[in-house]
């Protein structure tokens, strides 16, 4: 078999400035919004170079990213093993020569060398599927399972529309419902995983696993909250056009439990989400969140990109967390929250830690009285019980007979002799 048939590439040749032979260019193309994050497109990249310089060993790879901001850009070129002469640019602009790749290429085919017989890029039309389709069966093959809600959310479209969506990927038998914890949810199956990679152009026959999914599998209440963070944005914030969510992902040494790209009043932006259970001792979490907000920092001011970045907890674990945040860079922009107060987010100042504590337990007392379907008072509280208290027991008048065993320490013989 062919490697170059198991590849999803365009051959767009470069002609050399003698005119007489060309230099061997591939290209492959991908979105900054179809579902994985820069890491695990760039290990994408790697297998197709992998492959492809066994095929072709003077070849080289043009990637085209269509990206709406610049971020994911640079963390494709930071992430990307240069094994072979590679080039990334953002759509609509073209390599002029061999020396825009990194290394450079060598000019190594004929003029009138033949096309390579590759297989075509994947277009969701071509297999009878619309793009929102493919869109929701990609989340579920990063997320595994998930319930309908956390889909949405990763999706940012509406649960009714999710529903119809889920509910044709299970008449093609591409994934099925599942118990997930206390609730019915969704899997997806290995037809369906097959689809998925081949969405992302993926070669045949490698494996995909390790970089494809969430890297850290947290409990319920912790994955509920970080899948929600899309939503949890466009509820609290007005003017924000969020361009794709990922949870458990690695960035730079570290892995935020979701991070949101997108603009917020026009500016480029991430949103950096650290849930916390409150399970850990207070000098853990000191040490954790000091580290990961050293590296928000690291990696706002090398990349140039503000970073808003949340702590959401129980409201122990976020004043907490105010005492141990060193001191912030003009890049990042730090907030806590309660957990509990879906949809609501203190506003952010870069420089600068807000939390919305007060107003959020007042929020939530207020509508936790409002909520209740009845009237308290109608329902009063049972009457407790009268405390028994049982008189002592009195002492026995029965002789006590010594076992000898407590003059043992003061015997001096020999325990091995008999009586006399």
């Not at 072979?84 to 190594?108: C, Q």
């Not at 119809?164 to 019915?184: D, V």
């Not at 689809?195 to 026959?205: T, V």
């Amino acid at each position: 078999m062919d490697i170059l048939s198991s590849l999803a590439l365009e051959w767009k040749p470069i002609i050399a400035s003698n005119g007489k032979v060309i230099v061997d260019v591939f290209k492959c193309s991908l979105s900054a919004t179809d579902g994985l994050p820069p890491y695990a497109q760039a290990r994408i990249i790697d297998l197709i170079a992998n492959r492809l310089m066994k095929a072709r060993p003077r070849a080289c790879l043009w990637v085209s990213v269509d990206a709406p901001g610049r971020w994911y850009l640079h963390e494709m070129d930071r992430l990307v093993k240069r094994k072979m002469p590679i080039v990334i640019l953002p759509t609509g602009e073209t390599p002029k020569s061999n020396w825009d790749f990194t290394p450079h290429g060598y000019p190594s085919l004929l003029e009138n060398a033949p096309a390579p017989q590759i297989q075509p890029p994947f277009k969701p039309a071509d297999f009878g599927y619309k793009p929102n389709t493919i869109r929701v069966l990609r989340i579920l093959a990063r997320l595994g399972t998930a319930h309908k809600p956390e889909i949405a959310s990763l999706a940012g479209l509406s649960e009714t529309y999710i529903r119809k969506l889920l509910k044709g990927l299970q008449a093609r038998n591409l994934i099925e419902r599942k118990r997930i914890g206390r609730y019915e949810g969704w899997a997806i199956r290995n037809a369906g995983l097959k689809l998925a990679h081949r969405s992302w152009n993926i070669p045949k026959g490698v494996h995909f696993k390790k970089h494809r999914g969430e890297f850290r599998y947290a409990a319920e209440r912790h994955r509920r909250k970080a899948r929600m963070w899309r939503a949890w944005l466009e509820t609290a914030y007005h003017n924000i056009e969020i361009w794709d969510c990922w949870t458990e992902v690695p960035v730079k040494y570290g892995i935020p439990d979701a991070l949101t790209w997108g603009t917020h009043c026009g500016k480029e932006i991430l949103f950096w989400l650290e849930v916390d259970t409150g399970h850990s001792s207070t000098k853990t979490i000191e040490a954790n969140y000091r580290r990961r907000l050293l590296l928000a920092y690291d990696h706002a001011e090398k990349w140039n990109i503000p970073i808003v970045f949340c702590v959401m907890g129980q409201p122990w674990v976020v004043k907490r967390f105010a005492w141990c945040i060193p001191r912030i860079s003009p890049w990042v922009a730090v907030i806590g929250h309660d957990w509990r107060d879906f949809g609501r987010l203190p506003p952010y100042e870069f420089g600068k830690w807000h939390e919305d504590l007060s107003s959020s337990h007042y929020f939530l007392s207020v509508h936790s009285q409002e909520e209740l379907p009845f009237d308290p008072s109608q329902y009063p509280s049972k009457p407790k019980k009268e405390k028994i208290i049982n008189p002592p027991k009195p002492k026995s008048s029965k002789p006590r007979f010594s076992t000898g065993e407590e003059y043992e320490d003061n015997w001096s013989g020999d325990h091995s002799e008999g009586e006399e």
